[in-house]
């Protein structure tokens, strides 16, 4: 479990769950117990996708994946560990000040984004796809469950825990449906040509539909930057105080559209008009 | 996940929140989310455990495993599913009416027994001890996790759903423990001589550390017998309110006592004294 957590990747998803809640005025002690549910479900998923019995891939993040280390079944039990008891520490006494209506409202958010309407719906898509040829429609409904959902959950949970009114909480859903699907996207985009690529993650065969797989690389680096200026826009109403969602929105797109190959290529233009 | 669930073996589990919630007055509709997550979590960990990264059977209850129908992937994810759909179920809509405390409460019990202290954390270890000469300690240590933490929870969270008073939930504790315990050991006897054997389990081979293997099958057939007395015992307080965990805990050690070979044993007393 704790191989799977540190050290961890970019921490995308905690993050946003810490920026959303600050936004509203959150306080960072009660955000933290949902920031690191979110992050310790989104760390299981990789252990068992990673399995030979999903995508069998022996590294991540250049290092060796969980069952290359210890077993495919202590991995196995890795994972099941870490989603368990990312339901367990939202619901016992770290979460507690927050009132127990909300923190259970919180947690079939959670439950929502995790289970069979989220990742692991999407991921039994995934699986069900790879006989199929892949369309757009396709690849987005995966997408919106198998990395979208989770994403979306990390920014909802955070603004709810930290306050936002039904309003703002429907603008900071807006932004969250954005990023979640730039966020594939890019990664997405970054496993055809960028620092995560097919020799670094050492995937065994690159079978998985993709985006680009199915609308090309082009339209995807235009998807991912209209999203983006998309996601940004939503943040308007917030303005300043914003900063940290508008930084992570800029990262997610950056990583992808910023590589040396793309630099200044044209028609990409959320950078120039949006993030600032 | 329904391959998984339906038809499923003796409900025992959650017959027990059932039985438990109704000896303090709680009603069916209340109790039953509870009933359901839990045997949803014990559905989860024997499709877990039944795959070739654990203990690779082919066959459960006669019939095959559910990866050797939906392959190893899907049944993985039909894994994962059922255990967040467990814990989004009873953090949903349909158990509110019981107060969100309390739900927060139950659902953290649920996790505690499903996590790395029960469950999960009995998995591992059992999985570790496989290459070690296991004694009783270790097995027992084994058992109260793999077995007893969740038919303790069962127990727990139907009695504090149903509005057992602090006395009331120590009283009932002690049964939980006890039939925790017991159901573990009639389980390992069964694999040895019973319906469930190891011809109809299709267990590949029979490496498990069990309480008949560390200590006999006399000693265990003993120990079996002391804890269902023990077990009727801690219900003398609840008079014939409390027939149906009575009945539980007497089927539990009938199941493994009374065999053809075993029938009408002396030593074996709790038939007569206590089970009426």
């Not at 016992?92 to 069979?116: F, K, M, W």
């Not at 719906?121 to 040829?133: P, T, V």
């Not at 997408?143 to 603008?171: D, F, M, N, Q, S």
Request: glycine fraction near 12%.
């Amino acid at each position: 479990m704790r191989y799977g957590l540190f050290p961890g990747g970019k921490r995308i998803r905690p993050i946003l769950t810490l920026a959303a809640g600050e936004l509203f005025g959150g306080s960072r002690k009660e955000l933290l117990p949902f920031a690191c549910a979110v992050e310790m479900i989104h760390a299981y998923s990789l252990i068992h996708d990673d399995l030979p019995a999903l995508d069998d891939d022996d590294l991540r993040r250049g290092i060796p994946t969980a069952h290359k280390v210890f077993g495919e079944g202590m991995a196995l039990l890795a994972g099941d560990g870490l989603l368990t008891e990312a339901f367990r520490l939202i619901s016992g006494p770290a979460t507690r000040s927050l009132g127990a209506e909300l923190v259970l409202d919180l947690s079939h958010e959670l439950g929502r984004a995790a289970g069979v309407e989220g990742l692991v719906g999407g991921q039994a898509f995934d699986l069900e796809a790879e006989s199929k040829n892949a369309d757009v429609a396709m690849v987005e409904y995966m997408h919106a469950r198998k990395t979208g959902a989770l994403i979306l959950a990390a920014v909802k949970i955070g603004a709810r825990a930290g306050g936002a009114k039904p309003l703002e909480l429907k603008r900071i859903t807006r932004y969250g449906n954005f990023v979640g699907l730039a966020f594939q996207i890019a990664d997405d985009i970054l496993d055809v040509v960028g620092e995560d690529g097919p020799e670094e993650s050492g995937r065994k065969e690159a079978k998985k539909a993709t985006y680009p797989s199915v609308v090309g690389m082009e339209k995807s680096r235009r998807r991912l930057s209209d999203l983006t200026r998309q996601a940004l826009i939503s943040l308007t109403p917030f303005g300043s105080e914003a900063a940290h969602l508008r930084a992570i929105a800029g990262y997610v797109a950056e990583r992808a559209l910023c590589t040396e190959a793309n630099l200044q290529r044209q028609g990409i233009g959320w950078k120039n008009d949006a993030l600032t």
